[in-house]
Nanobody, 127 residues
Framework: EVQLMESGGGLVQAGGSLRLSCVGS????????VAWFRQVPGKAREGVAC???????YYLDSVEGRFTISSDIAKRTAYLHMSNLKPEDAAVYYC?????????????????????WGQGIQVAVSS
């Protein structure tokens, strides 16, 4: 059974930093791309960052330069380091994964591409 478990969320002041972790199990981690998405009530889920098996990364324009996605294959864990957080970054953050060969170029941050999802974790940013 594929499972993704997020951790590391919480409340942070604007300008602060947080690191989210996503531990995967039940699938060959090295053969999967892992992405982070976020969602606020009333809005569509949006892709934030993605990392593939070659450690190639993709970012939402509004987080480029502030967020960094990385992965540790041995630990089966993907990370999202978020710095200089803004109130508009507050959301429920989800980790998602799918086989690298099922993700077509340009679709790395598209939610429908991903088959496996974590439960989500809250990130709140106070101004």
């Amino acid at each position: 059974e594929v499972q993704l478990m997020e951790s590391g969320g919480g409340l942070v002041q604007a300008g602060g930093s947080l690191r989210l972790s996503c531990v995967g199990s039940g699938f060959p981690f090295a053969e999967y791309a892992v992405a982070w998405f976020r969602q606020v009530p009333g809005k569509a889920r949006e892709g934030v960052a993605c990392i593939d098996g070659l450690h190639q990364t993709y970012y939402l324009d509004s987080v480029e330069g502030r967020f960094t996605i990385s992965s540790d294959i041995a630990k089966r864990t993907a990370y999202l380091h978020m710095s200089n957080l803004k109130p508009e970054d507050a959301a429920v953050y989800y980790c998602a994964a799918n086989r690298i060969d099922e993700i077509m170029g340009g679709q790395e941050l598209h939610p429908p591409i991903y088959d496996y999802w974590g439960q989500g974790i809250q990130v709140a940013v106070s101004s």
